[in-house]
């Protein structure tokens, strides 16, 4: 059973602290999404990758979040330093692009990271 | 500036009856639209899709219809069934093939026995 994972599930931390969540796309899939969701605007879209290389970063307040791939099998997203407005539920996705293939694929979603910062 | 906007918070539905959520988009270029539903504690699960060259999309209980003119899809849910009460978000793409998703806020759906 195929899922994307990721971790911690749920982090409560102090306003200066870093924060950092990880994902672990299915296994296979070559594109990788981060989301925000809050009450206010929904889902939002921070950055995603297609083979490792960041494709779309412009969501993603640039001077105290980042996002890299380290190998295919990870996904960080970090925030530095964490500020209250921050807390939300983060969301990693991913998804298989092919050449030639279809024009949009299905992303699949992991549980979430529910962060909190006081 | 919220290209997708989903205007109900909250819809309540008697079992059996028909569920209807709407979403409104404001950018002409979006050729391409999602629901995706999301239960508690879960990350959102693809439900069906609808190309901008259709108008309509049927996949047993749930039916996407998009008026292009009016910039308005909606997810049509019939008979609704207790465990479709989740919060359901739609969803668009800009660009063929993009893969970008800009999603609206949501709409929690629940259907009273």
């Known amino acids: 059973d195929a899922r994307v994972t990721q971790t911690p599930r749920d982090k409560v931390t102090e306003m200066g602290q870093e924060v950092t969540m990880r994902c672990q796309p299915i296994?296979?899939?070559?594109?990788v999404f981060w989301y925000r969701q809050t009450m206010m605007q929904g889902l939002e879209l921070l950055a995603y990758?297609?083979?490792?290389?960041?494709?779309?970063d412009s969501g993603m307040p640039k001077d105290r979040f980042s996002a890299e791939m380290p190998d295919a099998t990870l996904a960080t997203l970090k925030i530095q330093p964490s500020e209250p407005r921050d807390s939300a539920v983060y969301f990693c996705?991913?998804?298989?692009?092919?050449?030639?293939?279809?024009?949009?694929?299905?992303?699949?979603f992991g549980p979430g990271t529910r962060l909190t910062v006081l | 500036d919220q290209q997708v906007k989903q205007n109900s918070p909250s819809l309540s539905v008697q079992e059996g009856r028909i569920s209807i959520l709407n979403c409104d988009y404001t950018?002409?270029?979006?050729?391409?639209f999602l629901w995706y539903k999301k239960y508690p504690a879960e990350g959102p699960t693809f439900l069906i899709s609808?190309?901008?060259?259709?108008d309509k999309n049927e996949d047993g209980r749930f039916t996407v219809f998009l008026n292009k003119s009016a910039k308005h899809l909606s997810l049509h849910i019939v008979p609704s069934q207790p465990g479709d009460s989740a919060v359901y978000f739609c969803?668009?793409?800009?660009?063929?093939?993009?893969?970008?998703?800009?999603f609206g806020q949501g709409t929690r759906l629940t259907i009273n026995p």
């Open positions: 996705a991913s998804g298989l692009v092919l050449n030639g293939g279809p024009l949009y694929n299905e992303q699949f």
């Open positions: 296994l296979g899939h070559n594109t």
């Open positions: 990758f297609r083979n490792r290389a960041p494709l779309d």
């Open positions: 950018n002409s270029m979006f050729d391409y």
């Open positions: 609808i190309s901008s060259i259709k």
């Open positions: 969803a668009a793409s800009g660009v063929q093939g993009a893969q970008k998703l800009v």
